[in-house]
């Protein structure tokens, strides 16, 4: 008995073992925040320094710079760049905060790409809203219907992605319908608020693509080959089970 129940919890150690770790490779790092959109407000406090402290400024926009370019093409960062070295703060703010609309624009055009995949989708919802939210206290000052208004449409798009469930438990249907109608007012507020003539983001990379779909997302429960390490160890423990119970029989 002993020697069996051994081998079943080398079973289940070895099944755990060859989990896909494609995880760290696709991963979408804290999905409540947005690494540009962090950026931002970090930027915010060095131009709000004494005199404004550009040099530092730049050296933070620049962690980002190849990920804007990738996504959203070059000129962005080439704007914001300039404006950087033209001194000029309240340029670089603004140009800033167009930066950030446009990816919230992408982010929300990835969902609907891929709007089958839950938990992709709701992980760039996530990094959409923490996006918007750099932007809030702006769009509040300026707005603050606007900015409820906006914020109602985020709770409503989440909503609408519906939720698989675990084995159908909790399952709430999606409306794709609904989550096209709060994204148009969403972005429609946001071009409003900020005076953007377009939420054109340039062209999606090969990268993008593939996180948008999210086909290489493990935690994507609507992949039934996710499920098998999970169906394996509980068959295994439920034969220690049976196994247990027939040897204490007399």
């Not at 915010?44 to 962690?63: I, M, R």
């Not at 609904?178 to 148009?184: A, I, R």
């Not at 054109?200 to 935690?219: I, N, R």
Request: hydrophobic share 40%.
């Amino acid at each position: 008995m002993k020697k069996v129940i051994f081998f079943c919890f080398s079973l289940i150690l070895i099944l755990i073992n060859g989990i896909p770790q494609t995880a760290s490779a696709y991963s979408y790092g804290d999905p409540n925040e947005e690494k540009v959109a962090e950026v931002y407000k970090e930027m915010q406090l060095k131009l709000d320094e004494n005199p404004p402290n550009f040099s530092a400024a730049k050296s933070l926009f620049e962690t980002v710079k190849e990920e804007v370019d990738m996504h959203m093409g070059t000129e962005p960062g080439e704007v914001i760049l300039e404006s950087i070295n033209e001194e000029d703060k309240e340029a670089t703010i603004q140009n800033m905060e167009k930066l950030l609309v446009l990816n919230v624009a992408r982010r929300l055009e990835s969902i609907e790409k891929s709007f089958e995949e839950y938990d992709t989708s709701k992980k760039l919802l996530a990094k959409g809203y923490a996006t918007y939210q750099a932007l809030s206290p702006k769009v509040e000052a300026n707005n603050p219907e606007a900015d409820k208004e906006i914020k109602a449409d985020f709770d409503a798009a989440l909503e609408a992605l519906g939720n698989p469930g675990l084995f159908g438990v909790g399952k709430k249907p999606s409306d794709i319908e609904v989550f096209k109608e709060k994204k148009e007012a969403i972005l429609n507020s946001l071009q409003a608020e900020f005076d953007l003539p377009s939420l054109e983001v340039g062209h999606f990379t090969e990268t993008e693509e593939q996180e948008g779909t999210g086909k290489k997302d493990w935690t994507d429960r609507s992949n039934i080959r996710n499920w098998i390490p999970l169906i394996l160890i509980v068959a295994v423990i439920g034969a220690i089970v049976v196994i247990g119970i027939k040897r204490r029989r007399p």
